[in-house]
Structure formats: C-alpha cells, structure tokens
C-alpha cells in the first residue's frame, strides 16, 4: 500500500466498495467507479448514510457522468466456498477488471485490498471520505437491494425486500418458521444452525 500517492489531476482514479458483507442471504456486490473531473457529482456521501430516494437519484448521476464504472457480482455458494473476506476482495476485483478504462490508480474502500495489477491503496472509512469510493458504494448498494427486492418474489416470506437478507428480527424469525431457501448463505451461523 502507498501511503504517500501524489495525484495528478489527469490520473484515472477507481473508487471501489463492496456491499453485502453482513447479510444471511444473497451476493456479496462490488463497483468499481472512475469519476470524470468535468462532470463532478454533489452529494455524494457514504450510501448507508442515504436515503434510499437520494442513492437512486445519485446512481443515476454516477451512471451517466462517470468515465466509467463495473459491478463485480459473488453469489451465495461461492462465499460459502471461500467465506466472505475473500468473497468480498473476488467482487471487487471483478469489478475493477471489468472497468472499460484503465485505471491509474485505485482506491478500495477498507483496509485490505484485493489482488489487482494496477497500483491500489486501502482507505479506511473511504466511503465517507473519497468521493470516488462514495460513488462506488452507492452504486454497489443500488444495484444489490434491487436484486434483493426481486428475490422477494422468487422467495416469498422471508422479507428481502425489506431487510435485504441482513440478520433483522423479522428475517431471523422468517429463517425459523419457513427454513433456509436457497440463496441463504450456509456457512453463516445463524443459517447454519438450521441445516
């Protein structure tokens, strides 16, 4: 990790977050985001800070405006096969890969960073700091609760579309009436026990 980056102003800088580390069920989502300096996006903030209204409204933005952005996408059986941490460095990963821009330079939110060739630096809290990573967050976050509102239909009962697969109340109740379902992350305790 390089802790003393200079910047230039036409390096292609890649934000990149993950979302869905905590959740029972469901992918682990990443995106990976190059920011145009012309075009720069107000509001852009950590997306759990965010009003749901207010992240559709900037995905969109960063959709649009951005150089360039990618989603890295790991599904349930692959982060029971090689548990979360490494699901979620895979996710990334995939997403800066995917980029059609070659990044200079990139900044992964946490303070672990995936295996890439390009240069990369870990910021922790960096979704609340850089914008960059802020935008990659509140883009991994979009996509990953509209994929989890659509499982609601395919698994009713269980409440996805609310709770988004995390440990809620309600969800581990749903888990003890109805059973696992199949996107349900087995290697996680709360499911685990059920098996």
């Keep these: 990790m390089n802790t003393h980056m200079v910047y230039d102003a036409d390096m292609r800088i890649a934000g990149v977050d993950e979302v869905g580390r905590g959740p029972l069920a469901g992918p682990v989502i990443a995106a990976a985001v190059i920011l145009d300096p012309a075009r720069p996006i107000a ?11 207010k992240r559709l409204l900037l995905a969109d933005k960063i959709r649009h405006s951005a150089l360039a ?6 599904d349930h059986t692959e982060i029971d096969r090689i548990n979360i941490l490494q699901a979620s460095l895979l996710a ?17 939110d946490g303070n672990q960073c995936p295996r ?9 809290r960096g979704d609340q700091t850089v914008p960059v ?16 509102t659509a499982l609601e239909s395919i698994y009713p ?10 440990p809620t109340a309600d969800h ?5 009436e109805l059973g696992i379902c199949p996107i349900h992350r087995r290697s996680f305790a709360p499911v685990n026990r059920l098996i």
């Design 43 to 53: 509001g852009l903030a950590d997306s759990k800070k965010l009003s749901e209204k």
């Design 69 to 74: 952005w990618a989603i890295g996408r790991v």
């Design 92 to 108: 990334m990963q995939m997403a800066i890969e995917a980029l059609t821009l070659t990044p200079d330079h990139v900044m992964v």
């Design 116 to 124: 890439i060739i390009f240069s990369v630096e870990a910021v922790v």
């Design 133 to 148: 990573i802020s935008a990659a967050s509140i883009l991994a976050k979009v996509v990953r609760d509209e994929e989890m």
């Design 157 to 166: 009962g269980y409440g996805f579309a609310r709770h988004k697969g995390y």
């Design 172 to 176: 581990l109740l749903a888990l003890q």
